[in-house]
């Protein structure tokens, strides 16, 4: 399920994400979208947390955003390309550490 989440908020993150603009969403939105991932996540797992369920969601969550990262990389698009990866880190780091 967090690969799933991963792969649609990384491509929605990517037609929102343009310019400079872009790293001010991934700062304000990173650690909400991560948020939004461990409720989802805590109602499908039915409130099960620990080390396992965390590298889970870290692994997956890296996954989910690895295509859109490539497809970004490959167009020439780098600034769009780190933009993405710091929105991903953000999500990630979040999820991971609620998960605890």
Do not use: H, N
């Not at 990517?14 to 991932?37: D, H, K, N, Y």
Request: hydrophobic share 55%.
């Amino acid at each position: 399920m967090t690969l799933l989440l991963t792969l649609g908020l990384g491509f929605l993150f990517r037609i929102v994400s343009f310019g400079f603009l872009g790293f001010f969403l991934a700062f304000i939105l990173g650690p909400l979208a991560g948020e939004l991932m461990v409720r989802v996540l805590d109602r499908l797992t039915r409130a099960k947390r620990g080390k396992s369920v965390q590298l889970t969601v870290g692994s997956c969550g890296f996954l989910g955003f690895l295509p859109w990262t490539v497809d970004l990389y490959l167009r020439g698009g780098l600034y769009s390309m780190l933009t993405l990866v710091f929105f991903a880190v953000l999500v990630v780091m979040t999820a991971m550490r609620r998960m605890r």
